[in-house]
């Protein structure tokens, strides 16, 4: 007979390793999403999903009612959880689709604009907006969805402000 540690325990001793094996293979994943579950709740606060709609409809609503007709105003946001989870919402379709799309051409020699959504070069012909804020070009297909989700530029961070009725930007960049 072969001397093993688990001589004279017949089939118990390899039956009980493979449970604990599979124990812990169980185990240590349950763990990592408890503590992952319990930091994005004290991240972003509990249930924030119909605390942030009401805000929305509300700022929106009083947003609308007080800007004065050709006046700038302040891309929507809110601010979810208080101090401690502070997410901006994004722009309405409305605001994003004031800021003027143009087709890019490039007029100037030098590094090819590059589009910092879909990190591709921005090439002649293709669709872009330019951001009032900061002058950033981008494609427009990218930060439309961009600034539906957020209310900055991808580039700089600069808070995007749409005035309404403005004109078309120059097409040539």
């Given at each position: 007979?072969?001397?093993?540690?688990?001589?004279?325990?017949?089939?118990?001793?390899p039956?009980?390793e493979?449970?604990?094996?599979v124990?812990?293979?169980?185990?240590?994943?349950?763990?990592?999403?408890?503590?992952?579950?319990?930091?994005g709740?004290?991240?972003?606060?509990?249930?924030?999903?119909?605390?942030?709609?009401?805000?929305?409809?509300l700022?929106?609503?009083?947003?609308?009612?007080?800007?004065?007709?050709?006046?700038?105003?302040?891309?929507?946001?809110?601010?979810?959880?208080?101090?401690?989870?502070?997410?901006?919402?994004?722009?309405?379709?409305?605001?994003?689709?004031?800021?003027?799309?143009?087709?890019?051409?490039?007029?100037?020699?030098?590094?090819?604009?590059?589009c910092?959504?879909?990190?591709?070069?921005?090439?002649?012909?293709?669709?872009v907006?330019?951001?009032?804020?900061?002058?950033?070009?981008?494609?427009?297909?990218?930060?439309?969805?961009?600034?539906r989700?957020?209310?900055?530029?991808?580039?700089?961070?600069?808070?995007?402000?749409?005035?309404?009725?403005?004109?078309?930007?120059e097409?040539?960049?």
């Amino acid at each position: 007979m072969l001397h093993s540690p688990w001589a004279g325990h017949g089939a118990v001793g390899p039956l009980r390793e493979a449970v604990h094996d599979v124990g812990a293979a169980i185990a240590i994943p349950a763990l990592v999403f408890v503590f992952a579950s319990y930091v994005g709740l004290r991240r972003h606060g509990r249930a924030p999903g119909r605390r942030v709609l009401v805000h929305i409809i509300l700022l929106q609503g009083s947003a609308r009612a007080a800007a004065a007709p050709g006046a700038p105003r302040p891309a929507a946001r809110h601010r979810a959880g208080g101090a401690r989870g502070q997410r901006a919402a994004g722009l309405s379709q409305e605001d994003v689709e004031a800021i003027p799309a143009f087709e890019y051409r490039r007029k100037v020699a030098g590094p090819a604009e590059q589009c910092a959504v879909c990190i591709n070069v921005v090439r002649d012909g293709e669709k872009v907006r330019r951001l009032p804020a900061c002058g950033h070009t981008l494609h427009a297909p990218c930060v439309d969805g961009w600034l539906r989700a957020h209310a900055t530029c991808p580039m700089c961070r600069a808070d995007v402000k749409v005035a309404a009725g403005e004109p078309p930007a120059e097409a040539a960049v």
